[in-house]
């Protein structure tokens, strides 16, 4: 059974950093996958963050994020991380890593339905 688990999450105060972290079960060759970061927050539809291709090159994000998130993979260790500067209130939500079957090697999925395999989520709280 394919697993992502996501760690990292928690309360802190605007300005501040967090990293997640995103540990794929072996049975997934991460090398094959892109993957990607989304967010959900209450009473709002999932939205894409952050997604890196399958080897590692090329990666995208949500405009309002570029400049202080950046996503890395390492296949190796079959991880996906977000670090992220500079918080802000309006990036509180649940967020989500997921992976993608990817023929092209520098293709990034940036929509939901591209994703085969989903985390749990991790729960990133601003305080203002």
């Known amino acids: 059974q394919v697993l992502l688990v996501e760690s990292g999450g928690g309360l802190v105060q605007a300005g501040d950093s967090l990293r997640l972290s995103c540990a794929a079960s072996a049975e997934l060759t991460f090398s094959d996958y892109g993957k990607g970061w989304f967010r959900q927050a209450p009473g709002k539809e999932r939205e894409f963050v952050a997604g890196?291709?399958?080897?590692?090159?090329?990666?995208d994000y949500k405009e309002s994020v570029k400049g202080r998130f950046t996503i890395s993979t390492n296949n190796a260790e079959n991880t996906v991380t977000l670090q992220m500067n500079s918080l802000k209130p309006e990036d509180t939500a649940v967020y989500y890593c997921?992976?993608?079957?990817?023929?092209?090697?520098?293709?990034?999925?940036?929509?939901?339905?591209?994703?085969?395999?989903w985390g749990q989520g991790t729960q990133v709280t601003v305080s203002s």
């Open positions: 890196i291709s399958r080897n590692g090159i090329a990666s």
């Open positions: 997921a992976a993608a079957r990817s023929i092209g090697s520098e293709y990034i999925f940036t929509r939901i339905g591209g994703y085969n395999y």
